[in-house]
Structure formats: C-alpha cells, structure tokens
C-alpha cells in the first residue's frame, strides 16, 4: 500500500517490455462477496482483488453476519444467510461507492429490521449523489431519514424491504443493480423500471451472475425504458467462484503498452467475461493497435501510430481516463462523447483529466458530457490526482511520454483498486517511483 500524502514521480520512458498479470475485477469480486454474504452456507471466492474497496465490502459484510476468512489469496465467506444479523448500530461504506449502493437495501434484510441503523461513509463518498436509490427503497418499504445535509449520506435505515413497484434513474448502473441483487429476497414480487440506462454492460453482469446463481427474473425493454420483474421470497446458495481479471484496472497497463515502444503480454484476461471494459482492445484495435488476444490474455507490439476516433463511451465510463490519454497520442482528434456520468465518479473525471492533462500541454475541448482531445506533445507538470484512483493512473501513464519528470498528488489513491500499480509498470521498465510524505 501507498502512503497517505504521497506523490508519483513519473519520467519519460521509451520502452515497456514484460508479462505482468493485471488485478481480479473489483466488480465481480464485491459482487461475488455480497452474494456470498446472502446465501446460507459456506462459499469460496478464488483470486479475489485485494484492494482498500475490497476491505471495505469484508468490513461490511462481517458486521451484517458473516465470517469470513483470508487464506492464499482465496476468501471464504461462511453465512448464516437471511435474515442478516447486524452486529454493530454503525456501518461505514468507506469511499467505496459499489459497497455503498449494495449494502443499503440489505439493511432491509435484517432480524429487527424495524431498529434503525445508520449508514456512513468517507468524505469523498458523502459528495456523491444518493436521492435515486433512496427514493426507490423508500418505495419498497424502506424508511430512510438524512442525518446531516439532505440527499447524502450518513443516513438512518429502517423497515423491511418488502418489494412492490418502483422506479430509479439511470445515470448509474450500481442503483440498479443493488436492486436486482437484493429484490429477489423480499417479501413480496417487484418491478422496477429504468429510463435512460447508462453503463449498461455492469447490470448485464448482475444479471449473469443472478443467472448462474438461479435466481429468477424478466426483463422487457419499452422504448428507453427496461422493465425488470423480478419474483420475491426466492434465496442465494453458497457457490464456488474464481475472479477473472479485471479489464479497467488493466487499461493503465494496454494504454502504456500500446503508446510505448515494446512488447508487452498481460495475462488472466478473458475477453468472453461478461465486463464492458473489455471493449478498450477492440477500440484500440480499430485506433491502429496491434494487439493480438490468446485464450491467456493479451499481447501488445506497442509505439505504432494510431488515429483518433469518435467514442461513445456511456457503457464505459471508466475508461474515460485512459482513453483521454490515448487521445492525446492518436493523430488528429479523440472525442469522447456521451458520458455524463464520469462526474460523479470519485470525482468529476471530465474536469480532473482535462485538467491534468491541460497542465501537461495537451489540447483538449471539455463538453458537458465528455471530452476532445487532439494529438499533443505532452510535457512534464505537477498534477493533481484528485484522490482519484482513475485519475492519478491515467496521468501517469501520460507522464511516460511527456519531456521531463511529471508529479502526480494523492498517489495513494490507487490502493482503491490496484495498490501494486506501481510496482507492475516498473517491472515493465516505466521510469516511475512513489515519494513518500514526510
């Protein structure tokens, strides 16, 4: 892990060569471990992502009930499953948003439910928006009070989650899916409606793992609206999974390789997961990328030229960062559109990367709903990471290819997801080193 107050220091490097195996996705292993906590018996998460957000869920997840254990790498999660068994009257969520949006209608799911419990978070957390979810578990039998400023968090969770009809925007997919995962457990039958789903392909896996877990659902589309029936008063079973590797995490790693002279062979990436970030090789394919995928992952001639490309990029708004970057190093312009909701992230993702990467020389045009970016000669700054994982990654993979040494502030912000980061790139010869507060 990266110390509080630490800065990266990043140096032009020319040539990144090496196998290096990318992190397990964050997505699937929070999933994984708050199904987990659902289903009565003993269930096995193998290769797991050990990360700050990962710590959180466990936290979260051995106070509502279950005992979990670290052992190799693998988590063993033992449950007595529903109802959960709460046992502390505080829950804090952290910083980490997916545990945050999961874990609040399962609060509905406890022995005493109509005791209150109050659901806390970190600062960065407290800033971003709630009232959807809110709204929509006030509709299923929630009663939820804001303890400090209206429409954020902490906030004070009663009742049970009974089920019925219900409506949630969305602007992000975690509103949604923490309903599909927790609905199939209340009292009674639901419907939920969405309009204007974004970041569609992280419900398609809530819903593939509903499938392997064999719970029971439809889904209509009408319009720009989806429709989601879903039966109550059905359970989870404990399950054996093992995590795959995860496909944001690893753009940091495909964007270095491709604009950097050298070969580079990431593994324990499967392009038949269900993950939407996958869909980064394909665009970098089509920018020019050579790129070749194997049944163990990928592998990545790197420094050719690549020409800039229209993107919408609503399903996948995580990789905004990394393909900003990108954008800069693609001949002609980058544009990266229809993206909103990469604001209201860790932090707003259109500002911090625009911002950076200004600093740095680049000429990028910010729009409401994404951004454009146009090859660049990038040159070395002190830049703010925000406290953004996401941010402070992509900034130093532009820091690889800018003269001079860049700086990167709240370093540490990458143990969120990817706390050997780092480490990896510099086994790939990235001339990159962390500074440590004093």
């Known amino acids: 892990m990266i110390q509080i107050n630490s800065h990266l220091l990043v140096q032009k490097t020319s040539n990144l060569s090496g196998l290096v195996t990318p992190p397990s996705s964050k997505s699937h292993s929070i999933r994984a471990l708050i199904l987990a906590l659902l289903a009565k018996g003993e269930s096995i998460l193998t290769n797991p992502l ?15 009930g279950a005992d979990i254990s670290v052992e190799n790498g693998t988590v063993c999660v033992n449950s007595a499953g529903l109802p959960l068994q ?13 545990s945050t949006h999961f874990i609040m209608p399962l609060l509905g799911l406890r022995r005493d439910s109509e005791n209150p419990i109050i659901l806390d978070c ?7 928006p709630i ?3 809110v709204t929509a578990l006030r509709a299923l039998g929630l009663c939820i009070d804001y303890l400090d400023k209206e429409g954020q968090l ?5 009742g049970q989650l009974h089920g019925g009809v219900t409506e949630v925007d969305g602007i992000t997919s975690q509103y949604l899916s923490a309903l599909l995962i927790s609905l199939p457990c209340a009292s009674r039958d639901s419907e939920i409606t969405v309009t204007d789903l974004h970041e569609r392909p992280y419900v398609d896996m809530t819903l593939d793992w509903l499938k392997k877990l064999g719970i029971r659902y439809q889904h209509t589309t009408i319009g720009n609206r989806d429709i989601y029936h879903i039966p109550g ?39 038949q997961d269900p993950q939407g970030d996958k ?3 394909y665009l970098l394919q089509e920018m020019g990328a050579a790129i070749a995928i194997n049944p163990q992952g990928l592998i990545i001639e790197g420094g ?3 020409h800039g490309l229209k993107i919408d990029a609503d399903d996948i708004p995580d990789l905004l960062p990394a393909l900003a970057v990108i954008g800069t190093y693609a001949s002609g312009k980058t544009e990266l559109t229809n993206v909103r909701q990469a604001r209201i992230k860790e932090t707003d993702r259109i500002h911090s990367m625009s911002e950076g990467l200004s600093r740095m020389g680049a000429k990028v045009e910010v729009h409401e709903d994404g951004m454009t970016l146009y090859s660049s000669a990038l040159q070395g700054a002190a830049v703010k990471g925000y406290n953004d994982h996401r941010t402070v990654m992509a900034l130093a993979v532009a820091g690889l290819r800018a003269e001079g040494q860049t700086q990167i502030g709240d370093a540490e912000a990458v143990n969120k997801t990817f706390p050997n980061f780092v480490s990896l790139m510099q086994s790939l010869g990235a001339d990159m080193e962390v500074k440590n507060a004093h």
């Open 50 to 64: 050990a990360c700050s957000d990962m710590s959180d869920a466990m936290r979260i997840c051995t106070q509502l």
């Open 86 to 98: 709460a046992t502390v009257p505080i829950i804090n969520s952290g910083n980490s948003g997916i």
């Open 122 to 128: 970190g600062e960065q957390m407290r800033a971003r």
């Open 131 to 133: 009232v959807p979810l």
């Open 154 to 158: 902490p906030v004070s969770v009663s």
């Open 233 to 271: 008063r059905q359970s989870y079973n404990a399950f054996n999974t093992t995590i795959a590797g995860d496909f944001s995490s690893a753009s940091y790693l495909i964007a270095a390789a491709v604009i950097c002279n050298g070969r580079v062979e990431l593994q324990g990436l499967d392009m």
């Open 279 to 281: 869909r980064l090789v």
């Open 304 to 306: 050719k030229p690549l």
